[in-house]
């Protein structure tokens, strides 16, 4: 060690031992086991949530029944629902088409509508059975502004 040098300790940097500035230090060991653990679920995931998708999905649906919004279950991450204003809503359909439109929303309601009954499965994991279906199909706006070869 040359003169005006501070001795550093063994597995410290610049003097300043990491325990002490509050972080910890995982060896190897903790690493490999770390990502066995992740790897493993590969293995295990798909029938654990097989096996306790029905309870969530009960239990969501309990609390939607429980607490609907105007007859609505309502599953948000935002907390808020946009508002919507039927008379001031277009849809605009243009770009590669030959025939642009923009359709005001009663304009929208007065095209061909189809429906279909079906059960609607959220990737959290829960279920509403018989969920009713209503609008218009693509190819009934297909047709209207028909799209262009790219």
Known sequence: M??????????SLHGTDPLDAGER?????????LVGGGLSSL???GPVSRLLSPL???AS??????????GWRIYTISGTMPLFDPSTWRL??????????SLSYDELEALPKAEQ?????CVTGWTVN??????????HLFDLVQPLAA
Do not use: C, M
């Not at 605009?92 to 439109?101: H, Q, S, T």
């Not at 009954?117 to 499965?121: G, I, M, R, W």
């Open 25 to 33: 230090s995982y060896g190897r060991r903790g690493f490999l086991l």
């Open 92 to 101: 605009e359909i243009d770009g590669l088409v030959k025939r642009p439109r």
């Open 61 to 70: 649906q309990l609390v939607g029944n429980l607490l609907p919004v105007d």
């Open 2 to 11: 040359q003169s005006g040098e501070r001795p550093t300790e063994r597995g």
């Open 56 to 58: 969530t999905s009960e």
């Open 117 to 121: 009954v079906s059960t609607f499965h």
């Open 130 to 139: 018989n969920v009713h279906w209503a609008g218009v199909r693509f190819q």
């Open 43 to 45: 293995v295990w995931a």
